[in-house]
């Protein structure tokens, strides 16, 4: 499920089941769930993390200003390799941070377009 066009572009990794799935793009996650599709700037993640006792499922966390919790959005996955392969190529492509920067929303993020998809899984509108 990997491809590259050169060493230091990102892989194209997709995770996900029924319920939902994540698909990395070069500066962005995309997340298709519930009828919805989200763009998730990489800037507004902090963080991608494995999850699931019985069957595994990745977790996005947005970014918070401090004392807050970050928004999170999760999906089962079908197979806990890819799972685990999609969260260590995203945490290597999110943008380095200082601990101790301030973080805005990443809910709030001007730049995180909600469509609605059509019957069948196809857009609505388009992208």
């Known amino acids: 499920m990997t491809s ?3 060493s230091s572009a990102l892989p194209s990794l997709t ?3 029924r ?3 994540f698909a990395l793009e070069s500066r962005s996650i995309l997340l298709e769930q519930g ?3 989200r763009r998730i700037p990489l800037e507004a ?3 991608v993390r494995l999850d699931g006792v019985r069957r595994p499922a990745v977790e996005v966390v947005l ?3 401090a004392g807050s919790s970050g928004t999170v959005y999760r999906v089962d996955c079908r197979n806990a390799a890819s799972a685990t392969a999609f ?3 995203t945490a290597r ?3 380095a941070r200082d601990v101790d920067t301030p973080r805005e929303d990443g809910a709030g993020s001007p730049c995180f377009p909600v469509r609605r998809t059509g019957t069948g899984g196809l857009p609505a509108t388009g992208w």
């Open 4 to 6: 590259s066009s050169s």
């Open 15 to 17: 995770v996900g089941s």
């Open 19 to 21: 319920s939902g799935s």
């Open 35 to 37: 009828g919805v599709r």
């Open 45 to 47: 993640v902090e963080e």
């Open 63 to 65: 970014t918070a200003p």
């Open 87 to 89: 969260v260590d190529a």
């Open 93 to 95: 492509a999110l943008p």
